[in-house]
C-alpha cells in the first residue's frame, strides 16, 4: 500500500471541510442529515469542483504565455490544480479497490 503524500491528505481534508461548510449553509444542522445526502451530488458537488481548479491552472498559464500574469499567481494556480488533480486521481484508486474487493468477495 503506498503511502499517501501530506499534501492530498490536506487536499482531502479541505474538500470535505467544504462540504461540510455548504452542507451547514443550507440550513442542515444535524450532522446525520448532512450524511444522508445523495452520495451522487457529493461526488459530482467534488468533480466540479476539481474541473474548476484544473481550469483556474489552465486560464493562469495562457495568461501567462500571454504575459499578462504574474509568475506567482501562475505557479499557485498550477500548484492547487495539481494537487487536486492527485486527490482525484487517489480517491478513484481508492474507489477501484474498493470494488476490486467487494467483487472478489464469496456469495
Known sequence: MAITPPSLAAAAYQGAARIARS??????????????????????????????????????????????????????????AETTLQAAVAVRDRVVAAYQEIIRMPI
Open 23 to 80: 452542507a451547514a449553509a443550507d440550513g442542515s444542522q444535524d450532522p446525520a442529515a448532512a450524511g444522508a445526502a445523495d452520495f451522487g451530488a457529493v461526488l459530482a458537488q467534488a468533480a466540479q469542483g476539481t474541473m474548476q481548479s484544473l481550469k483556474a491552472g489552465e486560464k493562469a498559464s495562457l495568461q501567462a504565455l500571454a504575459g499578462k500574469a504574474d509568475v506567482g499567481q501562475v505557479v499557485q494556480a498550477l500548484s492547487a
